[in-house]
């Protein structure tokens, strides 16, 4: 009996530390953002909600989209060297009129030197007060998508474009990435406290420190009249508040 009795504390007692040790392991991935809690795995319960959007959504009445509770917009801006989206300052101007905080987004050219990237970004987009930071999109096209370009040679163009950007904003650009993207290029820590942007569809954001989410590809809003019918939806990741002041210049409140 006494045995059966040891037996039975011992198994309580290695029960009772396995649960301790999964409650406390879940508590520091929740601590360190890679869970969320559940009202947080569902876009809808954030507070502050936009837009991206390019030449594909065409002429956009702003004023329609703000009226449906968009915040914010990231805009294309520029890909590559030479390369500007032709409703990019149409976009510009009409999100700022109709209250919605704009932000422009550069699409990342593995072909390109950074340098010159930067030089078409900068001509194209003018410093604006309270506009959210340039957005340097990493993802894939073309052959990339096979076969990406290797670490080494896309941080060769990206870093000197990060640089000119910040120097010439005053802020420290959005990486906006896919996983896949984030893995190859990112996540050595040497970009860390550059502000993240990350796609992800499908589920709530696996990655600890993340500012915007582009949770859907395929939503339908009214207010534009492009080919393109579908555009996505992002959040950011804390309160109004702390979006008013998100990605301001040193000192400016």
């Known amino acids: 009996m006494r045995r059966l009795l040891r037996l039975l504390l011992g198994l309580c007692l290695t029960v009772t530390l396995l649960v301790l040790a999964a409650a406390g ?8 953002g890679l869970i969320l809690e559940p009202e947080q795995r569902d876009p809808q319960e954030w507070e502050v909600f936009g837009v991206d959007v390019s030449t594909y959504q065409g002429t956009i009445d702003w004023p329609v989209l703000a009226r449906q509770g968009v915040d914010f917009a990231f805009i294309k801006a520029t890909e590559g060297s030479s ?31 950074g340098e010159t990237q930067a030089e078409n970004f900068i001509a194209a987009v003018p410093v604006t007060e309270g506009a959210l930071p340039p957005v340097v999109d ?26 000119a950007l910040e ?23 040497a ?9 992800s569809p499908t589920v709530a954001p696996l990655l600890h420190d993340w500012d915007f989410w582009q ?32 990605g ?4 400016e409140e």
């Open 25 to 32: 392991g879940v508590a520091l991935l929740r601590w360190r």
């Open 138 to 163: 990493i993802e894939f096209y073309g052959d990339y998508l096979q076969q990406p370009a290797d670490a080494e040679h896309t941080r060769a163009i990206l870093d000197p474009l990060l640089e």
């Open 215 to 246: 949770y859907s590809h395929t939503a339908h809003l009214e207010g534009y009249d492009g080919h393109q019918d579908k555009i996505d939806l992002n959040v950011f990741r804390g309160s109004r508040e702390d979006f008013l002041a998100f």
């Open 191 to 199: 970009y860390d406290d550059y502000p993240l942007w990350i796609s």
């Open 83 to 113: 390369l500007r989206d032709e409703r990019f300052a149409a976009n510009w101007a009409g999100a700022q009129e109709a209250g919605v905080r704009p932000g422009a987004y550069h699409f990342f050219s593995y072909d390109s030197p």
């Open 248 to 251: 301001l210049p040193d000192g």
């Open 167 to 189: 120097e010439h904003y005053g802020v420290k650009p959005i990486l906006y990435c896919t996983y896949r993207s984030y893995q190859l290029y990112l996540d050595n820590g």
